[in-house]
């Protein structure tokens, strides 16, 4: 990177400013930075994912049928509980196994199994291998269903927030139940729903650190080996161990995005506050 | 379907019978029957608890009637075997003949979340799938006539008690209903504000349009509606023209109730 900097700029900027411009981007540098994709990628994805589950859950806790009813409360209580670790390894594995599973029923010929006892997969065939990509929406959907299970409570007390009187004046009009439920109720819960669903985003976001768990190199893992003591066959000892410098680096990271995230969740409150009695009385 | 018999018969616009409700085990309603025809106003009054709010929103079906049928235009409204579980057979029917029935509640009910003029549009274009341009002529319009086209652009919030009730009899107007319902409209009101809805619904009424009508205000509904119900325990007490119910009341229960309002 040193060599695409103009050489006034160069020549301004002393020798050791150079060095330390050149260490920061050198290719195992700028590889961390571009890293910050993932967790973005995790965030943003697993976000959606979770306001997809939540939507859904809570849809089927608020549901008529006995069963629907009964599959919503079972989920959003007891993946509640379930550490979000746990279900990280496990829901990306069982998924990956399943699929395999699957395919080894349709793939393997029998010869195939017998020829492998007691291997997994069943046949070579029917391995699936994941790249980083895939382990990414994994890792996305897990993250959806843990959190999706918080924002269905939050979404489900929001929507039971609307007024009756308006949910009634909509089905007096004809609206059907689903324009009652979409025009009325969910337009209507967010701004009752998003002082949780904000602590739901940032509880997301902080457990987007686990990705390293999932083998995605992701900005935890370049920390770590970014800052272990460095050296180079040449150079000797590059640096000692600054682990706890680039650990710094992703506090701060994460500290602005949840910065960003307030900002984001002030101005969604806006929207959903216009003409609503509710966000008047607050301001 | 009407069949041609029918039809030619012109059948009465609503016919309530023999409508029983109960809540738990409070019997609401126990076996009323009602009828109101075209362009005909109906005033049903009846101290608190005598059922009649619940008599109102049995007619749309907001309240399923445990027993009893609802007979709108001559076409009964579908419903499930009798008892406590009963709802409307056939959602379609239930939406169109809903979409027919402007309602007015007490507490105006408003979508907060839109403006007056959409909240207007919101059933014509949604529920009755109009051209937009033309609900929105004929919403405007409909403000005008109650008097806060000024207000269109503004949010339920920022009215006034009595302009929030206008702008959902603007709500109720623009489906062009064959039956307007007015569930106590002017109780959650200030008295200073009650008179500007009050207008407005009579004017509604001297344009001969179909009305049921519950109300505390005996004045109003002496002077808004052709013809009194008074319901007692869930139960018609008396019934006939407002002449006759607030003039010479033969039930000695309609003559306490009506000596008591005039001292309120």
């Known amino acids: ?283 | 379907m009407i069949s041609a018999a029918n039809s030619s018969a012109q059948p009465p616009l609503l016919q309530l019978e023999d409508i029983h409700k109960s809540f738990g085990t409070l019997e609401v309603l126990r076996g009323i029957s009602l009828t109101a025809g075209e362009g005909e106003v109906v005033a049903l009054i009846g101290s608190s608890g005598s059922g009649k709010s619940t008599l109102l929103r049995c007619i749309n079906l907001l309240e399923v009637p445990d027993r009893g049928r609802v007979v709108i235009g001559g076409e009964a409204v579908a419903m499930t075997s009798e008892g406590p579980h009963r709802r409307a057979a056939d959602e379609k029917q239930l939406r169109r003949i809903r979409s027919g029935i402007g309602m007015v509640f007490q507490s105006f009910n408003l979508w907060s979340h839109m403006s007056v003029l959409d909240n207007v549009m919101a059933a014509p274009l949604q529920v009755q799938g109009r051209e937009k341009a033309e609900v929105r002529e004929e919403a405007l319009a409909m403000l005008e006539k109650v008097g806060i086209a000024q207000k269109a652009d503004a949010f339920p919030a920022q009215l006034s008690g009595g302009q929030q009730q206008r702008a959902a009899i603007a709500r109720a107007l623009c489906i062009n209903p064959r039956l307007m319902l007015f569930d106590e409209p002017t109780s959650a009101l200030d008295p200073e504000l009650e008179g500007e809805v009050l207008r407005v619904i009579r004017l509604l009424a001297e344009e001969g349009r179909t009305m049921v009508l519950v109300t505390h205000d005996m004045e109003f509904a002496r002077s808004v509606a052709r013809r009194a119900v008074f319901l007692h325990e869930g139960l018609i007490e008396e019934e006939g023209p407002v002449r006759e119910v607030f003039g010479a009341p033969r039930s000695e229960r309609l003559q306490r109730f009506l000596a008591a309002g005039q001292h309120a």
């Open chain 1, 1 to 283: 990177m040193v060599d695409l900097l103009p050489a006034w700029l160069a020549d301004g900027l002393g020798d050791e400013a150079l060095f330390w411009f050149g260490y920061l981007t050198d290719g195992r540098h700028l590889a961390w930075y571009s890293s910050v994709q993932f967790t973005l990628i995790a965030a943003l994805l697993g976000g959606l994912c979770a306001l997809g589950f939540g939507l859904l859950g809570a849809g089927m806790v608020g549901s008529r049928a006995l069963p629907v009813r009964l599959f919503g409360k079972a989920y959003v209580n007891m993946v509640r509980g379930v550490p979000d670790v746990l279900f990280f390894l496990f829901f990306p594995l069982a998924f990956e196994q399943g699929v395999e599973w699957m395919a080894s029923s349709v793939i393997c010929s029998p010869e195939d199994i017998a020829a492998n006892p007691g291997r997994w997969p069943p046949c070579p065939a029917a391995n699936w291998i994941l790249g980083t990509w895939e382990y990414l929406l994994l890792a996305s959907v897990s993250l959806g269903i843990v959190y999706g299970a918080f924002t269905a409570n939050v979404i489900h007390g929001a929507l039971n927030a609307v007024p009756r009187g308006q949910i009634e004046a909509a089905r007096a009009y004809g609206f059907s139940a689903s324009q009652v439920f979409w025009r009325i109720r969910v337009r209507q819960m967010w701004i009752y729903a998003l002082p949780g669903l904000s602590n739901v985003w940032l509880l997301l976001i902080k457990a987007t650190a686990l990705l390293s768990l999932l083998q995605i190199v992701d900005i935890v893992s370049w920390a770590g080996r970014l800052g272990a003591p460095n050296f180079t066959p040449s150079a000797g000892l590059v640096h000692p161990d600054w682990r706890w410098y680039y650990y710094l680096v992703l506090l701060l990271f994460y500290v602005l995005l949840t910065f960003l995230s307030e900002k984001g969740f002030a101005a969604l409150t806006r929207w959903a506050g216009r003409g609503m009695a509710v966000a008047e009385a607050r301001a």
